[in-house]
T-cell receptor, first 109, second 114 residues
Framework: GQNIDQPTEMTATEGAIVQINCTYQ??????LFWYQQHAGEAPTFLSY??LDGLEEKGRFSSFLSRSKGYSYLLLKELQMKDSASYLC??????????WGAGTKLIIKP | DAMVIQNPRYQVTQFGKPVTLSCSQT?????MYWYQQKSSQAPKLLFH???????NEADTPDNFQSRRPNTSFCFLDIRSPGLGDAAMYLC?????????????FGPGTRLTVL
């Protein structure tokens, strides 16, 4: 089967750094996405990785290792508004998007 | 602004009473998707259209149907809603399905079944 694993919930402190991990097993690979989803709202696109390495975009960075089936999302200088769920999704060889259940990130002052 | 719009944002229906959810887009994207998402779960793809080409997921119940009368609009019909169909329904679009084509989501319709 195909699956995406992420921690269910994480807690971090305002101003700190947090790393959200994602491991995947899919039939083929055509890229990995990270989305942010605030409670009761739609997911919004954060990042896309298709090659190994780190992609930096402001306070958010995303890393990919295809050989390990592993990615992480790194959030720096955490703000209260970063409290949300972060969903990892992988596009497989059929270009289907396989979604993880998301990691709920709780930011404390 | 180019966007994905869903109506209504909240829908209450009775057990067994048909309901239609609508989605429109101003992005002129080729692909439109319908997802079901329950609390703390991954979005579950129900079906998608590539232009007029309909693609049904194997495990989507027959109770769920879809129509795409033109590029801009897509509808989700639930013929006989059950209590288990209460969820957030998300419409998304993408320009295509290849690797980097991200999906853009509407705000969702939260369906309550009484």
């Amino acid at each position: 089967g195909q699956n995406i694993d992420q921690p269910t919930e994480m807690t971090a402190t305002e101003g700190a750094i947090v790393q959200i991990n994602c491991t995947y097993q899919t039939s083929g690979f055509n890229g990995l996405f990270w989305y942010q989803q605030h409670a009761g709202e739609a997911p919004t696109f954060l990042s896309y990785n298709v090659l190994d390495g780190l992609e930096e975009k402001g306070r958010f960075s995303s890393f990919l290792s295809r050989s390990k089936g592993y990615s992480y999302l790194l959030l720096k200088e955490l703000q209260m508004k970063d409290s949300a769920s972060y969903l990892c999704a992988v596009k497989n060889s059929n270009y289907q998007l396989i979604w993880g259940a998301g990691t709920k990130l709780i930011i404390k002052p | 602004d180019a966007m994905v719009i869903q109506n209504p944002r909240y829908q209450v229906t009775q057990f067994g009473k048909p309901v239609t959810l609508s989605c429109s887009q101003t992005l002129n994207h080729n692909v439109m998707y319908w997802y079901q998402q329950k609390s703390s779960q991954a979005p579950k793809l129900l079906f998608h259209y590539y232009d007029k080409d309909f693609n049904n997921e194997a495990d989507t119940p027959d109770n769920f149907q879809s129509r795409r009368p033109n590029t801009s609009f897509c509808f989700l019909d639930i013929r006989s809603p059950g209590l288990g169909d209460a969820a957030m329904y998300l419409c998304a679009t993408s320009i295509g399905t290849s690797g980097s084509n991200e999906q853009f989501f509407g705000p969702g319709t939260r369906l309550t079944v009484l």
